[in-house]
């Protein structure tokens, strides 16, 4: 039983408590929560030294193959002589013979487009033809058993032009792919060419998937905490996340790789993250790099002392790009993409668990000041570092940060035993945001872990004032990341998680004062039989320093008690204070084994009724 003080207030429950962690990890972006169905649009795909592509993307004509016509030839290349536009320097060149009517490209999208009888798909390119090439241009949706789906474009002209037709879909499928034919020989160029679902989440162009973003609506998520992660500082400065690159025209967006093994084109970039954070309610809490990356690599990969103000500028300039006006430098371009009212930023984030180097030292401090002194009503969220040690909070706390980030992915049975982590925390410091966490598993049994965590962090509501499940997205069979995601999906269908539902159970009902409560717990077994003999194993998923009494009574003569606490070599009296009553049996503590487990019974009886009740001491 759960005896609750409704007139003992504790602490408050801050509106930002649950919120997302959303990072391009496991496709969560291209291939995921960014609706575009073409893969490697731009042909900006390419080799990067050192780096390994699990899906094997480095090459620029990755995802998209020639189509021939029987006794016809044409030639693909992939070239950068006269691009569209300095930042989308590669383009595609098909040369055409003549006699080779209905050659062509076309593309797979990732492992199959998946379209929807009925629904409609906008596709557009930018293309340029030489003078001998003046066909029409029939864009198809393929299946190996014939056309699903067709539009037609004529005349394109000799120099850049964007071009678009809609298709309707005849057939669902997600083996589709799309093709671009042509008739007559000749010479075509062409760039950005994409296909999206007229049905994305809130209709929007250049929109998101709408499966996707209901998941996330579904949380209620009062925080979105983006675009990572190690990809915000990136492995090596040029491979950092700098939102500049991810704004304006998606034509002139300046792609990247990214350090999980793929590449991304920016499509979902921070116009469109402050976007999605407007549709699902959630306070934009974007992750700035500070100079200093990742830390995979050389540890001198750090902007130098003289070119930091660029970054420095990266973290100030964004506050004018969300919340600035429309004359502003930055306001303007924000306004020119269609959204002239402000984002209404209160939150940046400066760094990503990063390492307590003196590089890191001296840089991090330069961005604080920058912010108090341009933006003072931005609350700065510093990063406490990777691991229940927390290495860099005490920094954060001296530079006066209002939060600090903290990660741990751990065990279930590591958060079982947090549940107090907080409670003697200094409540005069800086406060908490426990910005990335799971228990390494999508069971029943880790998810409860997780909401036994946060019963601890609600309790300490004072100091933890935010919190997010990482990672939050999945892609089926594109994963780097698979010891627990929140959320799992194909191109189809969209899994909710264990962990999931405990985010949603914790924040769909969030109140607004923890009350002072005393827990009562009784687990009454009743065994069949007179007498019954076999193990019961009595297992309780809690930490076992919360309770002060427990009682075993059992209606037979033989019972055998052990109890653990999870530490190597410690003594039950020492978890349940000595108040371990038996009443009408015989109870034996036993020393604690080597056991790691968090159970705190795990018994043999002989009895034909076994009643167990503890008291919880918080
Ligand atoms: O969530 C996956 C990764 O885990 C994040 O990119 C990083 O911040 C953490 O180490």
Redesign the pocket.
């Known amino acids: 039983s759960v005896r609750v003080h409704v007139d003992q207030p504790t602490v408050a429950l801050p509106d930002t408590l649950y919120g997302l962690?959303y990072?391009d990890?496991n496709y969560a972006a291209d291939g995921g929560l960014y609706a575009e169905l073409v893969q490697n649009r731009s042909f900006e795909y390419f080799p990067v030294e050192g780096w390994s592509s699990r899906r094997g993307q480095m090459q620029p004509m990755y995802a998209w193959e020639t189509i021939e016509p029987a006794g016809g030839h044409c030639v693909a290349t992939v070239e950068d002589a006269t691009p569209l536009n300095s930042r989308n320097p590669h383009y595609l060149r098909l040369q055409i013979e003549k006699g080779s009517d209905g050659a062509g490209i076309a593309n797979s999208g990732f492992d199959g487009i998946r379209v929807v009888e009925g629904d409609v798909y906008d596709f557009s390119f930018y293309a340029k033809r030489n003078v001998n090439a003046d066909s029409p241009v029939r864009i198809t949706l393929k299946t190996e058993d014939g056309d699903i789906g067709s539009g037609r474009i004529d005349g394109l002209s000799e120099s850049w032009a964007k071009y678009d037709v809609s298709i309707t879909a005849k057939e669902t499928t997600s083996n589709a792919s799309l093709a671009i034919t042509f008739v007559g020989a000749g010479v075509i160029e062409m760039d950005m060419i994409s296909l999206f679902p007229r049905k994305t989440f809130n209709g929007r162009k250049n929109g998101l998937r709408a499966d996707l973003v209901q998941a996330l609506v579904d949380l209620k998520p009062a925080v979105f905490r983006f675009p990572?992660?190690?990809?915000a500082h990136g492995q090596g400065l040029d491979n950092a996340y700098r939102w500049k690159d991810t704004i304006g025209d998606v034509a002139e967006r300046k792609p990247n790789w990214n350090l999980w093994g793929y590449h991304q084109t920016y499509g979902l970039g921070y116009f469109e993250y402050f976007l999605l954070c407007e549709d699902i309610g959630a306070e934009p809490l974007p992750i700035l790099a500070v100079g200093v990356s990742c830390g995979f690599r050389d540890p001198r990969e750090n902007a130098g002392m003289d070119d930091l103000q660029e970054w420095i500028d990266d973290a100030v300039d964004l506050v004018e790009f969300a919340n600035g006006p429309v004359d502003s430098r930055w306001g303007k371009i924000r306004a020119e993409m269609g959204h002239p009212e402000p984002f209404n930023l209160k939150y940046v984030g400066l760094g990503?668990?990063d390492h307590h180097t003196p590089q890191f030292e001296e840089r991090f401090p330069h961005f604080v000041r920058a912010l108090r002194q341009q933006a003072p009503e931005i609350k700065i969220v510093g990063t406490s570092g990777?691991g229940p040690e927390i290495p860099i909070y005490e920094f954060m706390n001296t530079h006066g940060c209002d939060l600090s980030d903290e990660?741990y992915?751990e065990s279930p049975e590591w958060f079982l035993s947090q549940t107090h982590r907080f409670d003697d925390f200094d409540r005069n410091k800086t406060k908490v945001f426990v910005g990335?966490y799971a228990s390494k598993g999508n069971r029943l049994f880790n998810a409860v872990a997780e909401a036994a965590y946060l019963t601890g962090i609600e309790r300490n509501a004072d100091i933890v004032q935010m919190t997010a499940y990482?990672?939050l997205f999945a892609r089926y069979g594109f994963t780097q990341?698979t010891a627990a995601d929140l959320i799992w999906f194909d191109e189809k269908t969209v899994v909710r998680t264990p962990n999931y539902y405990v985010q949603q159970l914790f924040s769909l009902n969030k109140g607004d004062q923890y009350l002072a409560n005393e827990t009562q717990f009784r687990l009454d077994l009743s065994l069949e039989g007179t007498p019954a003999r076999g193990r019961v194993g009595v297992g309780t998923w809690a930490s076992q320093a919360i309770f002060d009494d427990v009682k075993v009574i059992a209606g037979s003569e033989t019972l055998f008690g052990e109890a653990f606490d999870g530490t190597e070599g410690s003594e039950v009296a020492s978890v349940i204070n000595g108040s371990f009553d038996v009443v009408g049996g015989v109870c034996r503590q036993n020393d604690v084994s080597a056991t790691p487990a968090m159970r705190l019974f795990d018994r043999s009886v002989e009895a034909d009724e076994l009643i167990i009740s503890m008291r919880a001491k918080k």
């Open positions: 962690f990072e990890i990572g992660g190690c990809i990503n668990e990777l990660h992915y990335e990482a990672p990341w």
